[in-house]
């Protein structure tokens, strides 16, 4: 009987052990689980965090694009969580502070997950260097010349050129069309227009009419024209060359000026003496600067209506380009009135372009004296009326009236075109400060 006993009891004692190993082992695996999914949790929080911070960082370059002044915003209440938004430094360089709080919770400051991401910020400014080395360059429309206009500077064009009593180009001339003319133009830089000529002025063309040519003449035919240097007949036609922008460079243009916003409407700033800084923007509509006002380039201006400069307005680069050129596109014509005043950015090599990509007859008109731009009609004709003076024309055809005078500036062979200082905020590097 007692053996009997204690062999039951032994069993139970067996139970018992077998039980517990099996409860704890329940528990480890619980336990386990437990902490698994505690740790997933807090694993997928962590990825939210670190998206909603990287959403902060491209909401902070979208809204710098827009306006450089931004200096961020707090309290961004998401789905997800919220996000805190500090941007601090100079016009060159930004550090961004993305700050997410992840759940979103009543208080942030009881959130599970905090992550604090520093991104840094540099303002790329997009160049494009083309060179003009012509002081006029015309399309198949060709050239007209009205009495006593000049053109300082060498001359391609497209289509014919004409002139009126006195019209001179001082400087080379090349007409590319076959069986195109060159009629009624002094070509060269006699001492009588001042100063010493670095050229004698050669003239390439198929057919010379009432020319007086001071250097070298390559010609098909000629007709009462007198030439100082030798005469090369049954000299081959030059050949065509494109304007040097094409439509490509400028959309991408249009795209760089877009990235700062746009204003939709009609703008008008009339207010003497007032200064208004923009760029890069777009204008949807048409743009008017009059009355004494200023308008300062800060980057790339789109206008996608017709702009008109006058009454005393004046249009300049920041000084920041420093030698770089600045330029408003326009979809519409462009009209610069007496008196207006343009300037680059005060270095000799910067300029404005004013181009007009309109086919409307003239796209372009120039009444003041604009030393500092070049105009260009990517599609239409120039017309520069009585006494203007500028530093470069391109058109598709162009119309100097009597007196206008273009006169070349060499530093336009490598000019170079910007959209402005911090014409596009972009992402350079970024680390996580706090998690």
Same mark, same amino acid.
């Given at each position: 009987m007692n053996i009997k006993t204690n062999k039951k009891g032994?069993?139970?004692?067996?139970?018992?052990?077998?039980?517990?190993?099996?409860?704890?082992?329940?528990?480890?695996?619980?336990?386990? +689980?437990?902490?698994?999914?505690?740790?997933?949790?807090?694993? =997928?929080?962590?990825?939210?965090?670190?998206?909603?911070?990287?959403?902060?960082?491209?909401?902070?370059?979208?809204?710098?694009?827009?306006?450089? !002044?931004?200096?961020?915003?707090?309290?961004?209440?998401?789905?997800?969580?919220?996000?805190?938004?500090?941007?601090?430094?100079?016009?060159?360089?930004?550090?961004?502070?993305?700050?997410?709080?992840?759940?979103?919770?009543?208080?942030?400051?009881?959130?599970?997950?905090?992550?604090?991401?520093?991104?840094?910020?540099?303002?790329?400014?997009?160049?494009?260097?083309?060179?003009?080395?012509?002081?006029?360059?015309?399309?198949?429309?060709?050239?007209?010349?009205?009495?006593?206009?000049?053109?300082?500077?060498?001359?391609?064009?497209?289509?014919?050129?004409?002139?009126?009593?006195?019209?001179?180009?001082?400087?080379?001339?090349?007409? =590319?069309?076959?069986?195109?003319?060159?009629?009624?133009?002094?070509?060269?830089?006699?001492?009588?227009?001042? !100063?010493t000529c670095p050229i004698a002025g050669d003239a390439h063309v198929d057919n010379i009419n009432y020319c007086y040519i001071y250097g070298d003449a390559f010609y098909q035919n000629i007709d009462n024209t007198t030439v100082l240097g030798t005469e090369f007949p049954g000299s081959e036609t030059p050949p065509s060359i494109d304007l040097p922008i094409d439509a490509t460079t400028i959309d991408l243009w249009k795209s760089w000026a877009a990235t700062g916003g746009t204003y939709s409407g009609n703008y008008t700033q009339s207010a003497n003496g007032v200064t208004v800084e923009m760029g890069p923007y777009k204008i949807d509509g048409d743009m008017t600067i009059t009355n004494s006002s200023i308008l300062e380039l800060t980057g790339v201006l789109w206008v996608t209506g017709?702009?008109?400069?006058?009454?005393?307005?004046?249009?300049?680069?920041?000084?920041?380009?420093?030698?770089? +050129?600045?330029?408003?596109?326009?979809?519409?014509?462009?009209?610069?009135?007496?008196?207006?005043?343009? =300037?680059?950015?005060?270095?000799?090599? +910067?300029?404005?372009?004013?181009?007009?990509?309109?086919?409307?007859?003239?796209?372009?008109?120039v009444y003041n004296n604009s030393s500092s731009v070049v105009y260009y009609a990517a599609n239409g004709h120039i017309d520069v009326w009585n006494n203007a003076r500028i530093k470069s024309l391109t058109a598709e055809g162009i119309n100097l009236r009597n007196g206008a005078i273009v006169e070349y500036d060499t530093g336009l062979a490598s000019s170079n075109f910007s959209a402005g200082p911090g014409g596009a905020w972009v992402l350079k590097e970024w680390q996580i400060i706090y998690e």
């Open positions: 032994s069993a139970w004692i067996g139970i018992l052990l077998l039980l517990a190993f099996v409860a704890t082992l329940g528990l480890a695996l619980l336990a386990d +689980s437990i902490l698994t999914i505690a740790q997933s949790t807090r694993a =997928s929080q962590l990825l939210v965090a670190q998206a909603l911070c990287d959403a902060g960082i491209e909401k902070a370059i979208w809204e710098l694009n827009d306006d450089s !002044g931004y200096s961020g915003e707090t309290d961004i209440n998401l789905e997800t969580g919220i996000i805190d938004i500090a941007v601090a430094g100079t016009s060159e360089t930004k550090d961004v502070y993305v700050t997410s709080y992840v759940p979103v919770t009543e208080n942030k400051v009881d959130a599970r997950v905090k992550r604090t991401v520093r991104a840094k910020l540099t303002a790329e400014n997009n160049e494009a260097g083309f060179a003009f080395h012509y002081g006029i360059q015309v399309g198949e429309s060709g050239l007209s010349m009205s009495n006593n206009s000049q053109v300082i500077g060498n001359v391609y064009s497209g289509g014919s050129i004409s002139g009126g009593n006195g019209a001179y180009i001082r400087g080379d001339v090349y007409v =590319s069309a076959t069986g195109g003319s060159i009629d009624n133009v002094r070509v060269g830089c006699p001492a009588s227009l001042g !100063g017709n702009v008109t400069f006058s009454n005393l307005a004046e249009i300049k680069l920041d000084p920041s380009f420093g030698p770089n +050129s600045g330029m408003i596109i326009v979809d519409g014509t462009i009209t610069t009135q007496n008196n207006v005043e343009f =300037s680059g950015s005060g270095d000799d090599a +910067s300029y404005i372009m004013l181009l007009s990509t309109s086919s409307v007859d003239p796209a372009i008109n």
